[in-house]
């Protein structure tokens, strides 16, 4: 029932700052956890950061703890992930996907997922 729609990707340099954005519609996003993933090329989706359905507590990969910030805005049903300092190696397509279960870290326990936005960071 729910879709998701990135926003926000782009080519910067490193130390850069980029805001993705995540959209969804359908039904009852504010019960949903959130969460958001990258891939690089030729690399596995990795878990980058989730935010649940009231905003009370927020999950990080180690490597983006100090940079990155997600949040969300229930009334606009989007979710955010805020990138500064960014660095070459975060350069992935970043998707956004919902989950129900407390598994927050894990790819496969989340339900729905976008299309994914691609970021680039040039050095």
């Known amino acids: 029932q729910v879709q998701l729609v990135e926003y926000g990707g782009d080519l910067v340099q490193t130390g850069g700052s980029l805001r993705l954005s995540c959209t969804a519609s359908?039904?009852?996003?504010?019960?949903?956890?959130m969460g958001w993933f990258r891939q690089a090329p030729g690399k596995e989706r990795e878990f980058v950061a989730a935010i649940s359905w009231a905003a009370s507590r927020t999950y990080y990969v180690d490597s983006v703890k100090g940079r990155f910030t997600i949040s969300r805005d229930n009334a606009k049903n989007t979710v955010y992930l805020q990138m500064n300092n960014l660095q070459p190696e975060d350069t992935a397509v970043y998707y956004c996907a919902l989950t129900r279960l407390l598994s927050v870290y894990i790819r496969e326990s989340y339900e729905v997922w976008g299309q994914g936005t691609q970021v680039a960071v040039s050095s």
């Open positions: 359908g039904r009852s996003f504010e019960t949903y956890t």
